[in-house]
C-alpha cells in the first residue's frame, strides 16, 4: 500500500518568513496529493491539492509542487501570519474509491 | 461547497457499551464515504471505506466486528464502535468525495470511553 512519509514534524518560522513542508511518497499509482490545515479538535480542512499533471499550483500565499519522478511535493506558504499557526497534513491518493494516505503531520508555529 | 456533517461533535460513554455516530452528505449524494481514526498528536489513519448498499471494506488490523459500518442510503453512513473500551478512544472523521472532486471532511467525533 501507499506510504507517506512528512518533514519536518515540528517548523517554527518568524511571522512574515517562509514555510516548507516536504513529503514523500511510495504508490506510483498515486494521483492526487491534497494538503490539510487543522485546528485542534476539529476536522481537516483543504488548503490546496495537486493532481499528477500538473507540476505546481499555486493560490495567493500557498503553493505546492509535484516532482513525480522523485516522488516528492512540497508545500510553500510565504508571508507566514500568526493564523497560519496549526498541523498540516499532507495526503496522497490513487482516486476513485480509494481513501487518502496521510503523512505524519507538520506542527507549524508562527513567531510574532 | 459540499457539506459532510458529522454527529455527534462529542460523545463520552462507559466501557462495553456501544456508540453511533452519523455522517451525512448534506447537498451532494455520496456512494462512498471514508471513515478515519486519529489518536492524539497523531496523523489520521483510514480505517474503512463504506460503500452504499453494500458491505463495507476494512483495513488491514481494523475489526469489522467491532467497528459496524452501515451505508443505507446515499447520503448516510454510520460507524458504531460496539462493546466500547478506553483504548478506543479517539477522534474519529468521516470523508467523502463530491463528484470525483476533492474529500470533504467531517467536524470530526471526539469519543471518551471511560
Known sequence: GENVEQHPSTLSVQEGDSAVIKCTYSDSASNYFPWYKQELGKGPQLI???????????????????NKTAKHFSLHITETQPEDSAVYFCAASSGGADGLTFGKGTHLIIQP | ??????????????????????CRSLDFQATTMFWYRQFP???????????EG?????????????????????TLSTLTVTSAHPEDSSFYICSARPGGAAYTFGSGTRLTVV
Open chain 1, 48 to 66: 490546496i491539492d495537486i493532481r499528477s499533471n500538473v507540476g505546481e499550483k499555486k493560490d495567493q500565499r500557498i503553493a505546492v509542487t509535484l
Open chain 2, 1 to 22: 461547497g459540499a457539506v459532510v456533517s458529522q454527529h455527534p461533535s462529542r460523545v463520552i460513554c462507559k466501557s462495553g457499551t456501544s456508540v453511533k455516530i452519523e
Open chain 2, 41 to 51: 498528536k497523531q496523523s489520521l489513519m483510514l480505517m474503512a471505506t463504506s460503500n
Open chain 2, 54 to 74: 453494500s458491505k463495507a471494506t476494512y483495513e488491514q488490523g481494523v475489526e469489522k466486528d467491532k467497528f459496524l459500518i452501515n451505508h443505507a442510503s446515499l
